[in-house]
């Protein structure tokens, strides 16, 4: 019984590397080991890729030319970009469809997610070889959106009139009549304002309007009917970009999951650039638009970063999801489309629809606000039904301390003291496990060719000292939940980018740069195995031993919070269990005094 018992054991703590090198593959964007790649929802539904053109904006005067010819009308509109600034964004805007370019985002910068020690040590060799030393990178802003004809990367957002005779406005040159470039001292609100020429009798005026310390920017879109007929159009509102992983993560490798995103009718769609390829390759949609709904957002998706368009509720509104051949840098585009009627525009008529952009971080105090249920941009996957409250628990706490770091401590007391009558039967196994485990031991070597007696007399001895040898096991496979609950957490939380703990720990969502909390890890996992019984066989005798060491090197290149939790939860764990070991040997003793006396007595 012992046996099985060490060897469940064993094949917990594999299952939980397994576990973590699968959520570390997640991480880096590549496909899960434990599960399928979902397929991707098929429809008949047209594509709708004429209705909605993506513009590579590194052909942008072919572009403007071909629009001004169709039109007849814009031929005198240069296309030029603009750039606005707030307290917390820098936008660039161009005339050609008034599309959002760029978004920095001045109160985040690119990690620098390096080991410090690796690269003094890299330098030194450097200095000895007479080369050229290593020099920390400067820091950029991070983008949200981001346009770079130069280098073919493409990401922003698109509006525009669909349903028109000759795709009427569907996108070209606008004027730009606003002169207000940045967000004045004392102003709360920045507004940028396009028109285009009248198209077909038809005009299309589109505003910008910034706030202070925010990420939500108003769009608003008038569509004026000059002509003597009514007129019905639609308003697409789409995000474009190519099938790039942003750099980051852990060692500078890619990041989690990117790509587009859908919510509607109370259920949330990531769609993979590789569904979108076997969706087009096929003929078909990528996702299901079916009848239109009055409620649901659209969202692209970035690790700790999203941007979405979402309409006022009640707005009817339909969805699509696909890609646009290869640019003139052979990157295929991608887009999320949202696409809601602007109603009967009677001759003379203006018809108003509004609308928000959000680009920013995926904080959920920021994105719950702004729609039911946005904030699942921050995905926690399948535990996500325990990853919410453990955030929602965490960041209660931030809130008194103030400090993320000391959060995390203090969410890991308070787990141990609600988690302590598991932990304390589980330790206490554990405990009286080793208080016999020399008899164990002894009778593995006496009965070593009956397997059978010997088997008779270990239970013997668990009947005697009261041991149950599987008691240690359920505490733990319980809380195994908990633990990669927290590990999604930790990893997921754009709250931690560039939140510092103490001293060297600049910034929790990277890793250790000197690898002190891996190496405190380390340490404490193993003061953990010298509490725990030691395995009868040796080959489990080192395999206990090498487990925590392989984790921990697994460590060092988390982020700083995660590894934090889990120095602060073995530290923990290491006193209660000290402290059980303790109560049972003083037990243990108090029963021989008793005994003895009664021997005396006798």
């Given amino acids: 019984m012992t046996e099985f018992r060490r060897t469940l054991l064993l094949v917990v703590l594999m299952m939980s590397l397994l576990m973590l090198f699968d959520k570390w593959r997640i991480y880096h964007g590549e496909s899960s080991l434990l599960a399928p790649r979902p397929a991707a929802t098929h429809a008949t539904a047209t594509p709708p890729a004429a209705s909605a053109p993506a513009v590579d904006h590194a052909a942008l005067a072919a572009a403007a030319s071909a629009s001004s010819a169709a039109s007849g009308a814009a031929a005198n509109l240069p296309v030029q970009d603009v750039t606005i600034q707030t307290d917390v964004i820098k936008a660039r805007l161009s005339t050609l469809g008034a599309d959002l370019l760029d978004v920095d985002l001045l109160k985040y910068q690119d990690d620098d997610n390096h080991s410090e020690v690796w690269r003094q040590i890299k330098n030194g060799v450097a200095k000895m070889l ?3 030393i290593e020099t920390p990178p400067a820091k950029a802003d991070v983008k949200v959106f981001d ?12 509006t525009g009139l669909a349903g028109l005779p000759g795709d009427t406005l569907a996108h070209g040159v606008m004027r730009l009549v606003s002169s207000e470039r940045k967000l004045a001292d004392g102003k709360d ?3 940028v304002r396009f028109e285009s ?10 505003t910008y309007t910034f706030h202070r310390g925010s990420y939500a920017i108003e769009v608003t879109h008038e569509v004026v009917n000059h002509s003597g007929a009514p007129i019905k159009p639609d308003l697409y509102l789409q995000l474009v970009r190519d099938g790039r992983k942003p750099e980051g993560g852990y060692l500078s490798g890619p990041s989690s999951y990117t ?8 259920t949330f769609h990531k769609i993979e650039f590789s569904d979108i390829d076997k969706a087009k390759a096929k003929g078909v949609s990528a996702l299901d638009s079916k009848e239109a709904t009055t409620n649901g957002w659209i969202a692209m998706i970035q690790h700790y970063f999203s941007s979405a368009w979402i309409l006022p509720p009640g707005t009817a509104r339909s969805y699509s999801v696909g890609s646009f051949d290869a640019n003139v840098h052979g990157e295929p585009t991608y ?9 009967t525009v009677a001759p003379g008529a203006t018809q108003t629809v509004k609308a928000t952009l959000f680009a920013g971080p995926q904080e959920e105090k920021l994105l719950a606000p702004l729609a039911p249920n946005l904030e699942q941009v921050k995905d926690y996957g399948r535990l996500k039904i325990i990853a919410q409250p453990l955030f929602w628990l965490l960041s209660r706490i931030n809130t008194v301390v103030g400090n993320w770091g000391w959060s995390i401590v203090a969410m890991v007391f308070l787990l141990k003291i609600a988690l302590y009558g598991l932990n304390a039967n589980a330790y206490r196994s554990m405990a009286k496990m080793k208080a016999v485990s020399p008899r164990i031991q002894e009778l593995n070597v006496r009965y070593k060719d009956n397997p059978q007696q010997k088997q008779q007399e270990i239970m013997k001895v668990y009947r005697e000292e009261k041991v149950n040898p599987l008691g240690g096991c359920l ?4 809380q195994m939940p908990i633990f990669f609950a927290l590990f999604t957490v930790l990893t997921s939380s754009a709250e931690m980018r560039g939140a510092p703990w103490i001293g060297w720990i600049h910034d929790l969502s990277i890793m250790d740069p000197y690898a002190i909390l891996p190496i405190l890890m380390t340490a404490t996992s193993l003061i953990q195995i010298s509490l725990q019984p030691a395995p009868a066989d040796p080959m489990q005798a080192k395999m206990m031993w090498m487990m925590p060491i392989a984790f921990s090197a697994a460590l060092f290149s988390f982020p700083a919070g995660l590894t934090l939790y889990y120095v602060t939860n073995n530290a923990l ?3 209660q269990q000290w402290l059980i070991n303790r109560q049972i040997e003083g037990e243990k003793d108090k029963a021989g005094k008793v005994s003895d006396a009664k021997i005396v007595k006798s």
């Fill in 475 to 478: 505490p733990i496979l319980i």
């Fill in 197 to 206: 020429p009248e198209v077909n009798g038809v005009q299309l005026a589109k």
């Fill in 573 to 575: 764990t290491i006193l």
């Fill in 189 to 191: 609100d920045l507004t």
């Fill in 259 to 266: 790509g587009p995103a859908v919510y509607r009718d109370d």
């Fill in 147 to 158: 346009t770079d004809p130069a280098s073919g990367k493409f990401y922003a957002a698109q």
């Fill in 130 to 132: 007479g080369r050229p």
């Fill in 335 to 343: 887009f999320t489309a949202m696409f809601t009627p602007v109603g």
